[in-house]
């Protein structure tokens, strides 16, 4: 009589195709067949039976039935009856349906189902990175410091301050926007802030409009009169002449320079 009943209870354990047996074996004895997976993350769905391909099929509890899967090479779910202890092992799943006595969990996602009671969290909004203000170059005497630096632009540079006696009759934001639009040949030529003097008490305000340009002794002095020369057409709407006076002091910061007097006669 016993030996009937190991042979029923061994009938019942080896259920479904030739795979079974070898689950089967693998759950009794927990040898891991070759190529296992050791680790995996599986999506539950309680009251849930699959449908797909079955790779295997035995009667084990559920907790045994994930292990099994988990160290099954190939199986990508399984679902677990508590009403008679089968344990389907899938290696591909189609589908699922709602199942009251059944458990099931799956590697993937399963789509057109609805979520697992796990489902991983839903991607929080990438907050885009505000872009750096970057903050513009230190204002010296009307010069950006960062112009000291123009890669691949031979020319040296040469700075321009325009200075306006009140009352002279000219656009200087006008001018200024001119010959920093205009590309010379001799010198990179950097206007600076526009100055404004009282004609009273600033001699240079009772002479003639006219630009004056300097090199300091360390620069090539004939920059100096060939910027002018290009400066012409940019200072003769304005009635402003032009000369080259010579060398700056040497304890002058600029090699190149070009005073603009803005004034009426």
């Not at 410091?145 to 301050?161: C, E, N």
């Not at 090199?215 to 057409?233: D, F, K, N, T, Y």
Request: glycine share 10%.
């Amino acid at each position: 009589m016993f030996a009937h009943f190991f042979r029923c209870g061994l009938r019942e354990l080896l259920l479904g195709a030739a795979g079974s047996s070898l689950a089967a074996l693998v759950l009794l004895v927990g040898i891991q067949p070759i190529g296992a997976q050791t680790t995996a993350v599986f999506f539950d769905y309680p009251g849930t039976a699959l449908n797909g391909i079955v790779s295997a099929q035995v009667i084990a509890p559920l907790q045994a039935c994930r292990s099994l899967c988990t160290s099954r090479s190939g199986c990508v779910g399984f679902d677990h009856s508590s009403e008679d202890g089968i344990c389907r092992l899938l290696a591909a799943v189609s589908s699922a349906g709602e199942s009251r006595v059944s458990t099931a969990a799956t590697r993937n996602l399963i789509i057109g189902y609805r979520p697992p009671s796990n489902a991983p969290a839903a991607p929080s909004a990438v907050q885009p990175k505000p872009a750096v203000a970057r903050a513009e170059p230190p204002d010296i005497s009307g010069r950006k410091v960062s112009y000291r630096s123009i890669p691949g632009d031979p020319r040296p540079i040469g700075w321009v301050y325009i200075n306006v006696c009140r009352g002279a009759p000219v656009d200087a934001d006008s001018l200024r926007s001119s010959i920093n639009g205009y590309v010379f040949e001799s010198l990179r030529l950097i206007p600076g802030r526009i100055e404004q003097f009282d004609r009273n008490t600033t001699p240079q305000c009772a002479l003639v409009p006219k630009a004056v340009g300097y090199a300091s002794p360390s620069a090539e002095e004939w920059r100096i009169g060939a910027v002018l020369e290009e400066m012409r057409p940019l200072l003769r709407p304005a009635g402003v002449g032009t000369r080259a006076d010579g060398l700056l002091p040497m304890q002058g910061s600029d090699r190149y320079r070009i005073d603009i007097w803005l004034s009426h006669e």
